[in-house]
């Protein structure tokens, strides 16, 4: 039996002009982050329904759809649910990093009063963390407790998780193998998508970081 996992990033949040760690504060989508969330729903519905195949275990629907409990990710949510008359469930540990000092600051913003720090979290996020934020295994214990509880409760079915890049990037790393220290290497755009098919709970990671939009 294969169990699909669509591992989505929400969308594009208000004041996504200026990059800045946004990690625990309440950011909501902007307009067009709905409308990507939107016409990304659009795109998976004719994926997950075309992509059947009883034969293999594939659903043609899914079964759940999970998210943080921030309202960016919930609302996104919320959007990808809706073809399939489901309710997503908020799991809390799928929320992104908290910052801690850095939270809302952006990052030239961090550059210029934490040069040292900041270069160095960049350089090695494993051994070093946000000033007074979440350390990277802290956020791993938590993230991949609750994705080996949903992967757990959906066995043979198809389900997607609503999430922040941070959060997908710690999951990726996981499921692939690779060290967190890499976990900048993997790029999670706004309405990005990773699909994932569990055989028999062994990881086979099908697409990193799919998009339907063009790069602004």
């Known amino acids: 039996m294969v169990t699909t996992l669509y591992l989505i990033r929400h969308g594009e ?3 996504a002009e200026i990059r800045r760690y946004k990690g625990s504060i309440d950011v909501p989508l902007s307009e067009n982050g709905i409308r990507q969330m939107e016409e990304l ?9 075309n992509n059947s195949s009883p034969e293999a275990g594939k659903s043609n629907s899914l079964s759940a759809v999970y998210s943080s409990g921030l309202s960016r990710a919930r609302v996104s949510a919320q959007i990808i649910a809706a073809p399939y008359s489901i309710s997503p469930l908020a799991v809390d540990s799928l929320r992104e990093r908290n910052f801690g000092v850095w939270e809302g600051m952006s990052f030239d913003e961090i550059s210029e009063r934490y ?8 350089g090695d996020p494993l051994r070093f963390s946000p000033m007074e934020g979440e350390s990277t295994l802290e956020m791993r214990d938590r993230v991949i407790e609750a994705l080996d509880m949903i992967i757990s409760r959906h066995i043979g ?18 499921l692939l193998g690779s060290p967190l220290e890499n976990i900048f290497r993997i790029e999670q755009d706004y309405a990005a998508f990773n699909i994932v098919e569990f055989w028999d709970r062994y990881p086979v990671v099908k697409l990193v970081n799919g998009t339907i939009f063009r790069t602004q």
């Open 157 to 174: 079915e198809s389900i997607a998780i609503v999430a922040h890049g941070g959060v997908n990037r710690i999951i990726l790393c996981h």
């Open 13 to 15: 949040t208000v004041g």
């Open 115 to 122: 040069p040292k720090e900041f270069d160095a979290w960049a």
């Open 41 to 49: 729903s659009r795109y998976l519905f004719n994926m997950v329904t």
